[in-house]
């Protein structure tokens, strides 16, 4: 019984204070990159920088890399699913 | 079948007997914010879909767009996960006091967060940008359907909030009457996985309506 309530990730306040300052700092160079005319990638680096956040997130106050792979396993297929939609809505787009 | 296992569960001691399943418990979760991810996915694919038909309006349509508080907005929802995050640390290290201290804070960063959005919303409503508004008429379409994107998705994303800082204030009840505990916090641990995901959802609405250019 008690296999299945296990009190595992060990991540502390210090891990988790790094994190914020990082997703912080991203935030400070998304909105500074944003005034910066980059041209047609400008939506590019907002998105990376954006993704960036989400994984920081994601990994470390979601603790996802610290979870077994049944969950890594759960949420790939739900984010490819997720791109297959996109592809096939601009495969349509573009080619009309 | 049943007086066989009720005959089972009175011999043993009853704490054995609780059952409790947190790894489960955290899958259903997962599985529930995945629903959720796809609720979003489909607004953002039709938001990307909407960008890449219309790219000027949306570029003009956005300079309505405070830049400003939607970058304070992203810094107090980023700074509540951080918060939450820690008070679950708190909780299993048996501080009890820090923690209820970190989710009220929580609650006070989503609280802002309204407040702002509350704002926000109101200056464009005072601007007649609202759905069948007078400023509505002199608009292309592409920026129409910008504003009506901007409201869906903000909208949506603040009833999550909403509905976020009410699972924490019910857990919060519950970890002041040990109920939730530093050997049983999946309560805390699952709203604290809503919250965090809340906020990836501000992380991509963010760039994608504030900051175009």
Known sequence: MADNNT???TAGYGLYIMVWFGLIGLTLITASVAGINLGSITLVVALM???TKALLVGNYFMHLKFESRVFKIFISVCIVTFLIMLILTF???SFR | MNENLEAVAEQAPPAEHIHRDDIGSKMGMWLFLLTEVLLF????????GYRFLYPDDFKAAALELNTMVGTINTFILLTSSLSIAMSIVALRREQKKLCIYLLVFTLLCGLIFLINKYY???TKIEHGIYPKGPAMEDLANGQVVYFGLY???TGLHALHVIAGMTFIIFVLVFIVRNKVTSTNYMKLENSGLYWHLVDIIWI???PLFYLIH
Do not use: K
């Open chain 1, 7 to 9: 009190q595992e990730h």
């Open chain 1, 49 to 51: 920088i954006a993704a």
């Open chain 2, 41 to 48: 996915g489909g607004l953002f694919l039709m938001y990307a």
């Open chain 2, 204 to 206: 991509f609405l963010y």
């Open chain 1, 91 to 93: 495969s349509d787009l």
């Open chain 2, 120 to 122: 926000e919303w109101g």
């Open chain 2, 151 to 153: 409201y869906v998705m």
